[in-house]
């Protein structure tokens, strides 16, 4: 050990972070006469989201068809409340609407909770730990114009996995994590990018989003059944169909519109179904990542070769928290106005502990370290240990509000007939609009990439890169 | 700005959140390797807890998409819980181990459960302070 003299520090003694800052800012607030809103983390997130109610819900920068989706399914299930209904009630049983309505309410709640909440983004890496990452890269003594290759192998259960690295975040993606290119966002386990929801799926908002499918598939198709019913009731004693459709035109509508999107929905259920049994991502079943159609032995590390503990494990498991600390304050301002802080210091506490704590006490290391005097040391350290971590993303409570996945990899595409659902249109269309957005989304702006490498990676048709790739040595 | 070492993830396990134990040079002078190792097996020992499945967090979930998810809104996930039991980890560990060292723990939720960042204070001997 080295014979030097570190300061011990006694967080004990000395004070702790209250809510009752402005005794300690006021006497060194007198430049700042007005001390300015504190802001929040979202408004200056980096990526194509729109935030609203102070950030309590997050959306894709496009909405997407999400109002439309909304709107057939308010205007189905409202004609058929008001022109079924009260017939079938007469006619058959009360249960009708009943269980139409348990339904619609299921329906719409985990629509908006698909749509509003955050699907698993990832917050971007912090200047640190961009310049760590890019040092080991460089490690490979790279002297040459050519960038060195950006791609990190893993073993996951006896399969090797290729992490990529993300030039917009500046990380090493986690396994089954894509950036969305409509969103701007690198999302966890990420599935796609629904229009209709107009919001990315992932981790965080898969369970929403197939609860909403399979609770709309019943919806649809009980309506379809009702309204079926009902204009066979009305048309019986050889009424005839065009004089039921005359009595109740609303049917005639709902007719349409359920007999056209009960397919698609039903597939589109039948495949996620499938999805969850085993453990797979859309993206990975696009790309074929386990399928083996490279002929290796692939299997997919992720699945635990039992339906019942896949669905479980994606459908019931515990719900990981924001990692995007939408409403926290930030630590310091951009404008480096510390007047905020007055007003930071309470929110904080009363948000988590995490952050007080955690700033505190590198304001006192910092205070200890830079002035011989620890009896000075206050919180004043406090601005200019933030500012070393300007991307403090510590989200405790989290805040089912929606959130705006970018859009990612594998994207739906709206067709003419309004069916995203079945697998091979979304393959084609996908593989073509990741190629478009691969373009879109690397930037090169301070990040040391030769537009050859941002030719090669859309035309590889995966990000990887050719050359050595590393092997993590741990 | 200081210092920092930053301890990556480790995904050999899959997708669960648990970092790398292999002691950085850097810290060589500062930290008992035992110790730190410790330190980083307790946390990964926590994370597995909070994303552990087993029998309370299907109940959980089952419980959940029978209200349609609205429970979410007004209740603390058992994720969340530990993530305050990790926080307070940290804090403690802080407070009684690497704080006396010039060292800091940053929460790796504040960096996205990326890393776990550790900050290098530099030793400059405070004589006339003491």
Sequence with gaps: MKNCEYQQIDPQTLPTPTPTPPVHQGSNNHKREEPKRPRRKWQVFPGKNRFYCDGRIIVARQSGVLPLTLGLILVTSGLFFIFDCPFLVKHLTSCIPVIGGILFVFVVITLLQTSFSDPGILPRATPDEAADIEKQIDNTGNTSYR???????????????????????????????????????????????????????????????????????????????????????????????????????????????????????????????????????????????????????????????????????????????????????????????????????????????????????????????????????????????????????????????????????????????????????????????????????????????????????????????????????? | SRPTVFIQRDYSSGTICKFQTKFPAELESRVDKQQFEETIQTLNNLYAEAEKLGGKSYLEGCLACLTAYTIFLCMETHYEKVLKKIARYIKDQNEKIYAPRGLLLTDPIERGLRVVEITIFEDRSIGSGR
């Design chain 1, 147 to 474: 960038p060195p290759p950006r791609t990190k192998e893993v073993l996951i259960n006896q399969q090797v996995v290729k992490l990529k690295y993300c030039f917009t975040c500046k990380m090493f993606r986690p396994p089954r994590t894509s950036h969305c290119s409509l969103c701007d966002n690198c999302v966890e386990r990420f599935d796609h990018h629904c229009p209709w929801v107009g919001n990315c799926v992932g981790k965080r908002n898969y369970r929403f989003f197939y609860t909403f499918i399979v609770s709309l598939s019943f919806l649809t198709a009980f309506i379809f059944g009702c309204v079926t019913t009902h204009l066979a009731l009305r048309a019986q004693d050889g009424k005839g169909l065009v004089f039921a459709l005359q009595e109740s035109p609303g049917s005639a509508v709902e007719l349409v519109i359920c007999f056209f999107s009960v397919w698609s929905i039903l597939g589109l259920s039948g495949f996620h179904t499938y999805l969850v049994a085993s453990n797979l991502t859309t993206n990975e079943d696009i790309k074929g990542s386990w399928s083996g159609k490279s002929g290796e032995d692939v299997t997919n590390p992720y699945s635990y070769n039992n339906i019942f503990i896949n669905c479980c494990s994606v459908l019931c498991g515990p719900l990981p928290p924001s990692l995007i600390d939408r409403r926290g304050f930030l630590p310091t301002d951009e404008s480096a106005q510390t007047g905020g802080m007055d007003i930071e210091l309470p929110a904080l506490a009363a948000k988590s502990e995490i952050n007080v704590c955690t700033q505190g006490t590198k304001g006192l290391l910092e205070s200890a370290t830079l002035s011989p005097l620890l009896s000075t040391s206050c919180p004043q350290g406090k601005p200019q240990a933030a500012q070393t971590c300007p991307d403090n993303s510590s989200k405790v409570n989290s805040d089912p509000s929606p959130e705006l996945s970018t859009s990612c990899g594998a994207r739906h595409t709206v067709s003419s007939t309004g069916n995203t659902s079945s697998p091979h249109h979304c393959k084609t269309h996908s593989k073509k609009s990741k190629q478009v957005a691969l373009h879109i989304h690397n930037p090169a702006f301070d990040v040391p990439v030769t537009p050859t490498s941002l030719d090669t990676g859309p035309s590889s048709k995966a990000e990887g890169h050719k050359g050595a790739t590393f092997t993590t040595l741990h």
